[in-house]
């Protein structure tokens, strides 16, 4: 029997045959295969699996260890919820992304080696793209090209720096980097927290998400970030440049928040943010600090995608995504409230919810590592994740003032999908053991301690009393919020005016000067050169040939093989000789 099945090439290969599957038989299939790909994860053994040698270097497609698998695991759990809420697609090509793109992740997340690693990292770009692409906007269009072109970019710069550590170290093994940082970890580091969206290279993320198809965003919110999670806690803990980036992380994505009037939008933000909390336990890097890093990812996972469900679900059955559009669904749509309710009080940390037993955890490791700083800092952007999640988008979207829109609850296998993420979220919150049980150190914390349980609460009812005091001064506004995505928006502008404007003019001034005056001179000397050729050099060479011709045939004639002529001829040789040498001589 086969000791491993890769869940990833699962994903890949399954994504070859749904073009070929029609109607229900296709709606099987695509549920068919996160089901199989759970199963895979669930029975393997830790171990390393597909070695070989490549150019020289060790390759292991495939380590299994309890951090890949607790990747592994909600990566093809999230891929069973996202397959069932976007059932209801005819068109097979966001199937076939999501698939790979799924796939693509998790062979990240089982890399053994950079060259592995890189290979499916790439894989994860242009099978996300397509997911902005088959919004098929002029805004997904113009999100999707400057998402491929950002993520290139890392890639390029992640590859660079593997080419570098694998010339410093003579090993291309994926695992903790030693030694310090040098200019090769350091650019693995750069591609590494590009994908984690850490200000100021986070600005990709909250331009393309929000264009994506609706579905598209409930993957797209799920995988490229929290693999980027996966590498850092993989190859980086303890690194602490990444407690401060993921500081700042946890308070720009709740202040840009504030701004914000796409719904979308304003969950993308709150991805910035949350992952600021797992980059911040990666940096601190000890062993609850790392537990608490990875298993709130494995909770950001299910109630994020939960969120987005919830907002995609509106934007289906109204068209609109702004809060300034929306108000007053919950009348029509009061499962799809209940629903995302749910994913908002578990990004909040509220007790019995996922967030409670994994946020809190990071915020432990950073009090029992003596940053109070930090502590502070992750407070402030907990409250902040309430008060615009918890209570601004939900308030503006399905209560608020009523906007006398047409609305009904989205197809059922939405639903069914929303409620699968929200059953986890309530089960992780209120049996935190079971994921404990699956991190990748020995969990030595108590979340439900009555201390902790207080000073939650207590955050929150402040939180929501200041929501209610200032409620006016939360109305959203029609505005665009400019994030650091701005250098690149303007930098290709300019450099398309540079390119259109005075390069195109100076190259049409020098092809101008060239056929008027360069042209025509060059024409002449060639014409002269022809003048010379023919009636110079042509006619010396045909002179010397002619010549040497008719003294070929005059040497031809002398040899007519009679020995008395061969004789004479000596004899005249002899004396023509001598003749010679007398006047030289005289």
Known sequence: MTDFVHPGVLFILGALAIPFLKGSVRK??????????????????????????????????????KLSILFAT?????????????????????????????????GVVFAGDYLTLFLFWEGMTFASAYLVFA???EQAFRAGFRYLMVHITGGVVLLGGIILHGFATGSLLFG??????????????????LNAAVPPLNAWLTDAYPEATVTGAVFMSAFTTKTAVYVLARAFPGTDLLVWLGTVMALYGVIYAVLENDCRRLLAYHIVSQVG???????????????????????????????????????????????????????????????YMVGAFAISAFPFFSGFVTKSMVVAAAAQDHRALVVLALT????????????????????????GLEAREPPRNMLVAMGMAA????????????????LPHPVDFEPYTGVHVTESLGVLMFTALGFVMFLRAL???????????????????????????????????????????????????????????????????????????????????????????????????????????????R
Not at 44 to 56: C, D, E, L, R, V
Not at 74 to 84: K, N, P, Q
Not at 185 to 193: D, N, R, S, V
Not at 307 to 323: D, E, P, Q, S, Y
């Open 277 to 339: 909390y797992m980059v911040v336990g990666i940096g601190i890097g000890t062993e609850m600090a790392v537990n608490g890093a990875v298993s709130h990812a494995f909770a950001h996972i299910l109630y994020k995608a939960l969120l987005f469900m919830g907002a995609g679900a509106v934007i289906h059955v109204t068209g609109r995504r702004k809060l300034t559009e929306l108000g007053g669904l919950y009348k029509t749509m009061p499962v799809t409230v209940s629903l």
């Open 74 to 106: 909600v990566f093809s759990i999230m891929a069973l919820i996202g397959t069932v809420y976007a059932l209801h697609l005819t068109h097979a090509g966001q199937h076939m992304a999501a698939f790979v793109y799924v796939g693509s992740a998790l």
């Open 423 to 438: 059953l986890l979220c309530i089960a992780i919150g209120v049996f935190p053991q079971t994921l404990y049980a699956l």
């Open 475 to 585: 109305d959203p506004e029609n505005t665009i919020s400019i994030d650091t995505d701005w250098f690149y928006r303007m930098g290709a502008r300019r450099f398309m005016w540079l390119a259109e404007k005075p390069l195109a003019r100076y190259e049409k001034a020098v092809s101008d000067a060239s056929e008027t005056a360069a042209l025509p001179f060059l024409h002449g000397m060639a014409r002269a050169g022809l003048r010379v050729d023919l009636h110079g050099v042509d006619a010396f060479v045909n002179a010397v040939a002619r010549a040497i011709l008719l003294s070929g045939g005059a040497v031809r004639r002398l040899q007519s093989g009679v020995v008395t002529h061969y004789a004479l001829a000596m004899i005249a040789g002899v004396i023509a000789g001598v003749a010679v040498f007398a006047i030289v001589w």
């Open 135 to 137: 919004q098929r906007s």
């Open 176 to 193: 903790p980097v030693e030694g310090g940082l040098d200019f090769g970890t350091c650019l693995i580091l750069a591609g590494f927290i």
């Open 380 to 403: 402030m952007a907990s409250s902040g994740t309430f008060l615009h999640t918890g209570l601004k988008l939900p308030y503006y979207m399905f209560f608020g003032r009523d906007q």
């Open 28 to 65: 099987a299939y695509v549920l068919l295969i996160p089901t199989l790909a759970i199963l895979a994860v669930l029975t393997m053994h830790p171990g390393g699996y597909g070695a070989a040698q490549f150019i020289g270097q060790d390759i292991i497609v495939a380590k299994v260890d």
